[in-house]
């Protein structure tokens, strides 16, 4: 589903990530943990073709990522960063991007539910809170019922109950067959739900472990604990 042989980004001569690969499976759950800053959104950016890679390769669904952004109706996108049409309702903006996939407010009603956002409809998106317009994000990358759903930092800013609710959402897409790649620094929720995990420990480097792999390695360790025991390792 995604490739990445040896990709390098610059930005103002100074390389965010280099060298980097990374390989995720059909239906596979993919975490990508690392640090702040340490290049986990540029990477996701490069995937989708927002930005563009220095050298290396991505392959996405079959076909090299080679030039800018285009929608792709088989892939859902939900980036940290994303601005939501600041100055609409929540129920306009979900109008607008189902109006793209030519579907209908009705098409979505268990994910307004899901996500507990029927309440919010008439507000506008810069008056929600910083939790409910993460969950906005995360509804709007699945209108189009996508193969493969890319999600920055899904956790941040939900409440415990709702990341739990995420949790066994996750579960029901993975369930659904969807392939997942997340990256996330809270580990406490994220810790049932890798097939493979990706430790991004420094610019340079990317440490790929299967979940099958870590169990037999670390038994009784909690993600966080692992996390810190290979991070110590490569210092």
Not at 56 to 61: A, D, E, F, N, P
Not at 132 to 155: A, M, T, V
Not at 225 to 231: E, T
């Amino acid at each position: 589903m995604i490739k990445i042989e040896k990709a390098s980004k610059m930005i103002d001569d100074k390389f965010i990530f280099k060298d980097i690969s990374l390989n995720v499976k059909k239906q596979e759950t993919y975490l990508l943990v690392g640090p702040n800053g340490i290049g986990k959104t540029s990477l996701l950016k490069s995937i989708i073709g927002l930005y563009s890679i220095y050298s290396g390769s991505i392959t996405v669904l079959g076909k090299k990522i080679t030039k800018a952004y285009k929608m792709n109706p088989d892939i859902g996108v939900y980036l940290d960063t994303a601005k939501i049409l600041p100055h609409s309702n929540v129920l306009e903006s979900l109008s607008f991007f189902v109006s793209l996939y030519e579907k209908s407010i009705d098409d979505i009603h268990d994910l307004i539910y899901y996500l507990h956002l029927e309440n919010e409809l008439n507000k506008t998106y810069m008056s929600l809170s910083s939790g409910n317009k993460r969950k906005l994000g995360l509804l709007i990358s699945l209108i189009n019922n996508p193969e493969l759903i890319i999600w920055d930092e899904p956790f941040a800013t939900l409440d415990p109950e709702m990341c739990s609710e995420l949790v066994d959402f996750i579960f029901t897409l993975k369930r659904k067959g969807k392939t997942i790649l997340l990256t996330t620094n809270d580990l406490f929720f994220a810790d049932n739900l890798y097939d493979k995990i990706g430790f991004f420990v420094n610019t340079s480097e990317l440490i790929e472990q299967t979940r099958e792999t870590l169990i037999e390695k670390y038994p009784n360790k909690s993600l966080t604990d692992i996390y810190f025991l290979i991070k110590q390792s490569i210092v």
